[in-house]
């Protein structure tokens, strides 16, 4: 018996020895068939360079594809061990381009179970009239996330695929009905249909109540921005019990959400964040047990309080109530989730000290409890305990600080990374998170006053980003970390020729830097040309300061990442370096400065230049023709300069116009104004108030705190746009030398929000085309030649609030009707040959101005016209008080109470003076 188990085990051993070398009987061997038709596929698509997420990209999977090796080892493919068939093909993050059609070979493949082709790009309509695909009877796993496809989803997908246990089609831009059909896959384990929030795929009512019915074996169900207004709430009852994760973020649900959800046996995951018209009662008791996550962030309201048995959910890892209303102390409830590694409750109303007992949640990694009105003072002692914090922000506390103290440097924070501090009230540099691995430090908006010491600054290795815009600071003995990537010092008091001592600081950290922004401080002296070693720049933001001197000439092309350069607002003077070689420069400001000369024509070589403002200095030259072969402007300002002579045909590609805001404003341009430069102007002429995208300077990498503005004139107020830059449509050529009539080819220039044309020279009617402009809402025609009569069609311009057609030669009634009821009396002066309301001067029976009446009958009748004056400019004003009073809320961030309380005393002293010029009863 002995003998024989030693040759069993001897058996074994060499079996073994031999399983690397030798295939098992039962090796799959690729089916010649099935081989054909993967290889088929691979010759029907193409293989880019473009994936549509690259930091989940992976590798061109089918590129190794060969015929001459097993397609079971292909990589990608999997084949069933026993019978040798496809079972499986993963192609995702495989720079796939092309189209699945209907004869697509995959479809061939009868046996397959499970599909992934996700993060490609197989953006054509692929599951159109794809009847072969369903003929996979046996799929039991597909995945299509991240594709472009566009569409409806084909019901056929889920009546032929009825063994499917595991389907995900999110991220694809599917659109329109969720077929009712989904409920027939009755095996469905897993389910989701997440998608890009700018499609809208909608679940009706009746189709989830039937999914909800049928789908038993639900465990996993994600629906993330699928429209569900009309989904009846009650439908979720019908879920099965078995359900563990349940994720319904941003969904359009509206009314009560069932309390009895969150009681499911089995659930772990809950999401119903972002649900503003939903109402979440909490239960009392009888919470699932085994909860681990819930985020209810964002709802209508949480109504009611956090019940006391929220403290036995001990499984729970994460939970986020941001946007909720409460009343009182609520931290204390989760004192007893020790698991507890991430909370959330930012604008929760939180107020007063924050408790011990959140300080002894020591597995926190993240604890955000910004947009409070938290109070007390952090100290190092009590953040010591969370050894575990990752992510710290308490930013929007204005009562909130952090104190220092010698004992500081006996702390260690061994894995925190981010401290968000802003907008609280700290006064002074907090040194004590130096020993840590900081990364990221955002003190902005605080009271930081004097400088940095040299001891405060010692440290902070690993500091990556610093913020601290928005203090008192007036020196630095030493920058913290010499290793930064961002430094953010606007609007401070930094005075004297503090650039100096930045660019005498040694390596690494200005050969590092990224984005380097000291706006609105007091610094004075010139730019050194040593800034030019700082080749990784990609923002320098040196604006609203008292620097002076020439521009260094190396600034034009000193790095090839500079994104955004801003130097506006200063005492620059001498030419505009003619150096500019930079192809990724998409915003350069050198407006309000004393420059002179040429714009230099190596800009050309920016192709990406998006926004150009060059306005406010003493440039001179004719308009520079070359700026038509920048692709991409949308933004050019040469305002209050002297440049002269008239403009080109077109200032514009015609292929590609980008343009949306122009102004020449302020200049010695002369001549007529071509048709072709308005024809050209695409920007302008198609979807009014949509907007194109915004500048990349905002966009292209997260700048915080950095805005991208312009100054525009309009509303007879010169305004800064931030915000609304992306929005905003403007051409302003007022005070030059044009003359000629108006092109009727401007009324095609529908997106147009300002236009300005006044102090020119121009001559003939006001073109009719000019009704065609539905979205403007300033226009300003004013100290021209024009004559004949306001043409009535501009009646129809709804948005319109502002209008100035005054010190002209119009004649003929004023029409009437929408706007034109607002407009005063000064936006017609000046035009002899007018008539009608709001003018005193009334028209003939063939809508001419009466003659004047004699001075007796003018001297008896002149209290109601007068009177009736009044009270149109009172109306007038009223608009237009409006309209300002809107603009202090847009350019000062002022509340609405407080605008409210503008309005009401301007509105009490208007009257007054009503009642003093209100004609007396004899």
């Known amino acids: 018996m002995g003998r024989l188990c030693l040759v069993l085990v001897l058996m074994l051993h060499l079996s073994w020895g031999f399983s690397s070398t030798v295939p098992p009987p039962f090796s799959p061997l690729c089916l010649p068939h099935q081989r054909a038709a993967l290889l088929q596929f691979k010759n029907s698509i193409s293989i880019t360079e473009f994936c549509p997420d690259d930091s989940y990209a992976e590798h061109p999977k089918t590129e190794a594809w060969n015929k001459s090796i097993d397609c079971c080892s292909w990589d990608g493919v999997t084949c069933d061990e026993l019978t040798g068939h496809v079972i499986g093909i993963d192609l995702s993050s495989s720079c796939l381009t092309g189209s699945l059609l209907a004869n697509n070979s995959l479809f061939r493949l009868h046996t397959l179970q499970w599909l992934d082709l996700s993060s490609n790009n197989l953006n054509g309509s692929p599951l159109e009239n794809t009847s072969s695909l369903f003929h996979f009877h046996g799929l039991r796993r597909l995945n299509l996330a991240y594709n472009n496809f566009d569409g409806t989803i084909p019901s056929e997908l889920f009546s032929q695929l009825v063994s499917l246990t595991h389907l995900n089609l999110s991220f694809n831009g599917f659109s329109g009905l969720i077929p009712h059909q989904i409920s027939l896959l009755s095996s469905l384990v897993s389910l989701d249909l997440s998608h890009y929030s700018d499609t809208t795929l909608t679940f009706d009512g009746r189709g989830f109540d039937m999914l909800a019915r049928n789908l038993t074996k639900l465990r996993y169900l994600v629906l993330d921005t699928t429209v569900m207004s009309d989904v009846p709430l009650t439908s979720f009852l019908n879920l099965s019990s078995s359900l563990q994760h349940l994720s319904l973020y941003f969904c359009q649900l509206h009314g009560e959400f069932p309390s009895q959800l969150f009681q499911l046996p089995n659930l ?106 938290l109070s007390g003072v952090i100290k190092s002692d009590m953040l010591s305990k969370l050894t575990s914090l990752e992510f710290l922000d308490l930013s929007d506390n204005s009562l909130l600080s952090l104190s220092t103290s010698s004992n500081d440097a006996n702390y260690s924070f061994p894995r925190l990374a981010t401290v968000l501090f802003s907008s609280c009230s700290v006064t002074q540099f907090p040194s004590f998170f130096r020993t840590s691995k ?53 609007s401070n008091l930094l005075e004297g020729p503090i650039l100096s001592t930045f660019l005498n600081l040694q390596a690494p950290f200005p050969m590092l830097l990224q984005e380097f922004l000291i706006s609105d401080n007091k610094l004075t002296g010139n730019v050194p040309s040593s800034i030019c070693n700082w080749s990784s720049l990609q923002i320098l933001d040196l604006s609203k300061n008292s620097l002076s001197g020439t521009i260094p000439e190396c600034l034009g092309n000193f790095s090839k990442n500079l994104a955004v350069m801003d130097l506006q607002m200063n005492n620059f003077s001498g030419k505009i370096p ?36 060059l306005g406010n200095n003493m440039l001179t030259g004719r308009f520079p023709h070359w700026l038509a072969s920048l692709p991409s402007l949308q933004v050019l300002v040469l305002r209050s300069n002297r440049f002269h002579g008239s403009l080109p045909r077109s200032v514009t590609s015609s292929n590609v116009s980008t343009l949306r805001m122009i102004d020449l404003s302020g200049n010695a341009f002369s001549g007529p104004l071509h048709t072709k430069l308005f ?9 009014p108030r949509q907007g194109l995208p915004s500048p990349s300077g905002g966009t292209s990498y997260n700048i915080k705190d950095y805005h991208i503005s312009v100054n525009v004139t309009t509303k007879r107020l010169e305004l800064e746009l931030t915000e609304t830059i992306d929005i905003f449509v403007s051409m302003d050529l007022s005070n030059n030398k044009f003359f000629g009539q108006i092109p009727e080819e401007v009324g095609q220039l529908i997106s147009v929000q300002m236009l300005n044309f006044s102090h020119n020279n121009f001559t003939g009617p006001i073109p009719a085309s000019f009704g065609n402009l539905t979205a403007l809402e300033s226009l300003d025609l004013s100290s ?127 009257t007054n003076w009503i009642r003093r010029k209100r004609p007396k009863r004899n």
């Open 438 to 490: 900081l990364e990221h430090l955002d003190l902005s908006n605080n009271m930081i006053s004097g400088g940095i010491s040299k001891w405060e600054a010692e440290g902070w290795e690993a500091l990556q980003q610093l913020y601290l815009s928005n203090n008192s600071l007036t020196s630095f003995e030493q920058i913290p970390g010499q290793s930064l990537l961002i430094l953010d010092l606007h």
């Open 268 to 373: 772990k995951h809950i999401n119903v964040g972002w649900n503003e018209n939903l109402t979440v009662y909490l239960p009392k008791t009888n919470w699932s047990r085994g909860l681990e996550s819930m985020d209810i962030s964002y709802c209508g309201g949480l109504r009611g309080s956090i019940p006391p048995s929220f403290g036995n959910l001990t499984l729970l890892v994460s939970i986020h109530l941001s946007g909720n209303f409460f009343e009182g102390q609520i931290l204390d409830v989760f004192r007893n989730l020790t698991k507890l590694t991430s909370l959330t409750c930012s604008s929760c109303n939180l107020s007063g000290p924050i408790p011990g007992s959140i300080f002894d949640l020591v597995s926190l990694t993240s604890l955000y409890l910004s947009s409070n009105n």
């Open 679 to 687: 024809q050209d102007l695409r920007a302008m002429r198609e979807n």
């Open 784 to 910: 021209n030649k024009l004559n004949g009569r306001i043409p009535s069609q501009m009646s129809k311009l709804t948005f319109l609030a502002v209008l100035n057609l005054s010190e002209n030669d119009l004649v003929g009634p004023i029409p009437h009707g929408n706007q034109f009821n607002t407009f005063d009396n000064d936006s017609y002066s000046g035009n002899l040959g007018l008539c009608g309301l709001p003018l005193s001067k009334q028209c003939n029976n063939h809508g001419e101005a009466e003659p004047p009446a004699s001075s007796v009958a003018e001297h008896e009748d002149s209290q109601v016209p007068v009177f009736w004056q009044v009270v149109m400019m009172g109306y007038a004003s009223g608009v237009v008080l409006g309209l300002s009073l809107g603009y202090i809320v847009f350019t000062t961030g002022k509340p609405w109470w407080f605008v409210q309380m503008v309005e009401r005393h301007l509105q009490y002293r208007f």
């Open 578 to 613: 003619d150096s500019f070689m930079n192809s990724v420069l998409t915003n350069l400001f050198l407006n309000d400065n004393l420059l002179e000369g040429l714009v230099p024509q190596s800009l050309a070589n920016s192709t990406s230049l998006e926004i150009l403002n």
